[in-house]
C-alpha cells in the first residue's frame, strides 16, 4: 500500500468511527425521555426530539446518499416533506410550528430510519471511488457538525418543554455537589487597539462558511470582564428595579418586556430557585446568569455601566488568553468557576455580542444545496460566541458564530462585559 492509500484509508476508517459516534451520541441524547416528551412541541421555534433525530438523517439521506450513492432508494419518499427544514431548492415542508403534529411516523419508525441512513452511509464511505469520496468527504463532515448543532438544541428544546409541565420533570439526575465557587472577579482584561486576525483558519480544520473567510479587523482600545455575569448580579438588577426602568433598554426590548411581563431571566421560578434540566434547583449565585436574551443583556451592560463586547473583541480577547475549547460536557447547567483560571470562554453560557449577524469581507456560502445553510439568515439577528454547557464534545471552537434574534432567552445565553479601555 502507497503512503497515499493509507492516508485514504486512514482518513475514511476516522470519518466512519466520528460518524457512529456522533449519531450513537443523538441516540442517548434521547434515552432519558418517553415516547411522548419526544413527540412533543412546547412552542413554534423549539421542535420535538422525535423531528431533530429524523431531521438530521433526512440531511444526510438527501444531501449525500441521494445525490451520491448510486442506487440508493430512500427509506421513504415522503419524509422529505415532513422533515426537510428551510431548504427551499429541495422542495416543500412541514410548517415548523406544527412539528408537533406529527404523531406518524412513530418513534420506532425514525429509528429504524437512522439505521437504513447509517448503514448506507458507512456503505458509502467504505466503497466510494476516489472522485465520489473528494465529493462527499465534506458533505459527510457537514452533516456531522449539522447534527451536533442539533444535539444542543435537543437540550434546549427538551427543557423548555419540560419547563412548562406542572410536575417540573427533571431530564437527568442531579449530579454529585461540586467543590465550593470561586468568588466574584471583577477584573478586567485590557486591549490597547489595533489590527487583528479574526475568523476562522481551514488549516485548523472544519469551520462554517459564515466563520470566514478569515481577514483584518480593527479593533479599539477595550477592556474585557474576565468572568461572566452572574445570577447575583442579576438579582442586584432586578433589585434595582432593571425591569422596570426602561433607560436601560433599548426600544424594542422595552417593548418585549411590556408586552411579555418579564420580570426575571428564563426559568426563573422565583429570586432563589430556578428550573434546569435536573429539574427545579436553588439557584446558584456565582453562577453565569443564563437564558437572557440580548435585550437583556444590552440592558444589564447599561445598568452596570458597560456595554456588550463586538463578536471581534470578544475573538481577540479569548485568542489572547489561550483559552480551548472544552471537549465534554460537565455538566448540563453552568456552573460557577472554580480557580481564576477558569475564564468561562467555552462550555458554559453563549455569551451575547453587539455585533449583528453579517456577512464577513469576501464571504461565500457553501456551494450546491448548502448555500442556503447559513447566509440566507443573515439579517435581523446577533452573534453569540463561545459555547455552552449544552455543546456537545468536540464541537466548539474560536472562530464559531452562533447567532439568534433578539428576543430570544431559551438558549443557554449569557452575559460577558465590555468597556472602551478609557472607561475601564
Not at 476516522?14 to 459516534?21: I, P, Q, V, Y
Not at 438527501?62 to 450513492?69: E, F, I, P
Request: aromatic share 12%; proline share 8%; glycine share 8%.
Amino acid at each position: 500500500m502507497t503512503p497515499a492509500e493509507d492516508r485514504r484509508l486512514t482518513s475514511r476508517t476516522a470519518l466512519s468511527t466520528r460518524l457512529k459516534a456522533v449519531r450513537a451520541h443523538s441516540t442517548a441524547l434521547a434515552e432519558p425521555l418517553s415516547p411522548e416528551d419526544q413527540g412533543a412541541q412546547s412552542m413554534p421555534d423549539a421542535s420535538p426530539t422525535k423531528w431533530h433525530l429524523a431531521h438530521t438523517t433526512w440531511f444526510f439521506e438527501t444531501l449525500v446518499l441521494t445525490a451520491h450513492a448510486w442506487g440508493y432508494q430512500p427509506f421513504d419518499a415522503r419524509y422529505g416533506l415532513l422533515f426537510n427544514s428551510y431548504y427551499e431548492s429541495l422542495g416543500g415542508r412541514h410548517p415548523r410550528p406544527q412539528r408537533g403534529l406529527l404523531t406518524r411516523p412513530a418513534l420506532a419508525e425514525v429509528h429504524a430510519y437512522r439505521r437504513h441512513v447509517d448503514a448506507a452511509l458507512l456503505s458509502l464511505i467504505d466503497g466510494a471511488d476516489a472522485d465520489t469520496w473528494a465529493t462527499i468527504e465534506p458533505l459527510i463532515e457537514l452533516g456531522l457538525q449539522h447534527e451536533q448543532q442539533h444535539q444542543e438544541l435537543v437540550l434546549t428544546d427538551v427543557l423548555h418543554l419540560l419547563s412548562l409541565n406542572p410536575l417540573a420533570p427533571a431530564y437527568a439526575p442531579v449530579p454529585p455537589r461540586a467543590a465550593a465557587a470561586l468568588g466574584d472577579d471583577a477584573s478586567w482584561w485590557e486591549w490597547g487597539g489595533g489590527d487583528v486576525e479574526i475568523g476562522h483558519d481551514p488549516r485548523d480544520g472544519f469551520g462554517f462558511d459564515n466563520e470566514g473567510p478569515r481577514h483584518i479587523a480593527r479593533v479599539e482600545p477595550f477592556a474585557l470582564a474576565r468572568q461572566l455575569v452572574t445570577n447575583r448580579e442579576v438579582q442586584s438588577f432586578i433589585a434595582d428595579g432593571g425591569y422596570r426602568r426602561p433607560e436601560f433598554w433599548l426600544s424594542d426590548g422595552w417593548a418585549v418586556v411590556q408586552a411579555q411581563g418579564w420580570q426575571a431571566p428564563l426559568y426563573w421560578r422565583d429570586a432563589d430557585r430556578e428550573f434546569t434540566l435536573y429539574g427545579e434547583q436553588p439557584l446558584q449565585p456565582d453562577a453565569p446568569a443564563c437564558h437572557l436574551s440580548f435585550y437583556e443583556a444590552s440592558a444589564l451592560a447599561a445598568w452596570a455601566g458597560a456595554r456588550l463586547p463586538t463578536e471581534f473583541e470578544w475573538e481577540t480577547a479569548v485568542q489572547a488568553w489561550g483559552a480551548e475549547p472544552s471537549h465534554g460536557v460537565s455538566a448540563l447547567r453552568p456552573m460557577p468557576r472554580r480557580s481564576g483560571a477558569d475564564l468561562q470562554s467555552f462550555g458554559t453560557v453563549w455569551q451575547w455580542t453587539r455585533s449583528s449577524y453579517d456577512p464577513y469581507p469576501r464571504f461565500r456560502p457553501f456551494a450546491g444545496t448548502a448555500s442556503e445553510y447559513n447566509g440566507k439568515f443573515m439579517v435581523g439577528q446577533l452573534v453569540l460566541r463561545g459555547s455552552s454547557c449544552a455543546t456537545p464534545p468536540g464541537h466548539a471552537r474560536l472562530s464559531y458564530r452562533n447567532f439568534f434574534p433578539p428576543s430570544a432567552r431559551w438558549q443557554f445565553s449569557g452575559v460577558r462585559l465590555a468597556r472602551d479601555l478609557d472607561d475601564a
